[in-house]
């Protein structure tokens, strides 16, 4: 198992490959973050971090991450903002992280943020109109998400 701190570095060390045309902010990087998670638990049956996602306002959250990146505001981030680390990644898990980069990376952050709010969504189930904010998602309501 990888920490969501490769994960989050892995998209953006790809993003900042994208020069000019890199839109990943964290508010987009949470949504990445959230489906990678879902998708792995779909393909392989277990989890690809450990890290808790929360269920927040905006959507889905790892707060480890959130609070990693805040200092970049609602800007774009790349490697050249914070310091990636993509040590130790084997290269199943690299292959499994470049699916998840081309399938999710042309959407926006808030068409993102619509797909994780549509109804019976892990995140719509624990939100619950602001009942659940900031609660752990949990990993069973993870695992049967729909993705794009």
Request: positive net charge; hydrophobic residues 30%; charged residues 25%.
């Given at each position: 198992m990888v920490s969501a701190k490769q994960v989050a570095s892995f998209f953006i060390e790809k993003s900042t490959q994208l020069n000019e045309n890199n839109d990943?902010?964290?508010?987009?990087?949470?949504?990445m973050l959230y489906f990678a998670q879902v998708e792995?638990?779909?393909k392989f049956g277990a989890p690809l971090f450990d890290d808790?996602?929360?269920?927040?306002q905006y959507g889905p959250v790892v707060r480890s991450i959130y609070e990693w990146l805040k200092g970049c505001g609602a800007y774009q981030i790349s490697k050249f903002d914070i310091e990636t680390s993509t040590n130790d990644l084997d290269e199943d898990v690299v292959v499994f992280l470049e699916s998840i980069w081309n399938k999710y990376r042309r959407y926006s952050a808030f068409g993102l943020v619509d797909k994780t709010h549509e109804?019976?969504?892990a995140w719509s189930k624990t939100y619950k109109n602001g009942?659940?904010?900031y609660s752990t998602i949990p990993i069973s309501e993870l695992s049967e998400t729909a993705t794009l």
């Open positions: 990943l902010t964290n508010l987009k990087l949470q949504k792995h638990l779909k808790p996602i929360e269920a927040w109804k019976n969504s009942e659940g904010n």
